[in-house]
């Protein structure tokens, strides 16, 4: 069973940065990043492979966002530029045990899933 804490979240003006840590312990293969702002349902980031080769980011995000992992500290990172106050939401990171195929992009493929972290752009 695999156990998943979100950290890094913050304020931040519109236009800067923020990198999020997601410290995994247990089983983890493939991981991705969630978000869900306030009344609205919750929707996919970015995914990336067990050895970081290979990811896959929503067009919302694509070119100011980067995921990376540091396997040897279990941890996964999402890198946040140029951000918009449209980024505010809750970021929650996901644990996905399949190692094969594409890289997921929905909820129910994931089956661990951290407490989230807020993300608060201000304009």
């Known amino acids: 069973q695999a156990q998943l804490v979100e950290s890094g979240g913050g304020l931040v003006q519109a236009g800067g940065s923020l990198r999020l840590s997601c410290a995994a312990s247990?089983?983890?293969?493939?991981m991705g990043w969630f978000r869900q702002a306030q009344g609205k349902e919750r929707e996919f980031v970015a995914a990336i492979s067990w050895t970081g080769g290979s990811t896959y980011y929503a067009d919302s995000v694509k070119g100011r966002f980067t995921i990376s992992r540091d396997n040897a500290k279990n941890t996964v990172y999402l890198q946040m530029n140029s951000l918009k106050p449209d980024d505010t939401a809750v970021y929650y990171c996901?644990?996905?045990?399949?190692?094969?195929?594409?890289?997921?992009?929905?909820?129910?493929?994931?089956?661990?899933w951290g407490q989230g972290t807020q993300v608060t752009v201000s304009s």
């Open positions: 996901a644990a996905d045990l399949t190692r094969t195929g594409p890289l997921h992009t929905l909820e129910y493929e994931y089956a661990y």
């Open positions: 247990g089983r983890t293969v493939r």
